[in-house]
């Protein structure tokens, strides 16, 4: 699926706008934050369309970031 600049922006603007009031510590990293932002959006634009599909990943993706950060916690 093609994707323009402005909806990879818009995208990229919206995900940030999300961290505000729990920012994401970057220091540290070799990556930098738009570099991450760009790159995850992307894959994003070009994932299936389907409401299923992209409920599911974000599922998924609840369930991991919620296992990391127990364990950062120190919970097992």
Do not use: C, H
Request: overall charge negative.
């Amino acid at each position: 699926m093609k994707y323009t600049t402005k909806e990879l922006e818009e995208l990229i603007d919206l995900a940030k706008a999300g961290t505000e009031g729990d920012p994401i510590d970057w220091d540290g990293l070799n990556v930098t934050e738009d570099d991450v932002y760009r790159t995850l959006a992307a894959t994003v634009l070009e994932m299936d369309p389907n409401p299923l599909v992209q409920r599911s990943v974000i599922v998924r993706l609840l369930a991991e970031n919620f296992v990391l950060n127990l364990r950062l916690a120190g919970k097992k």
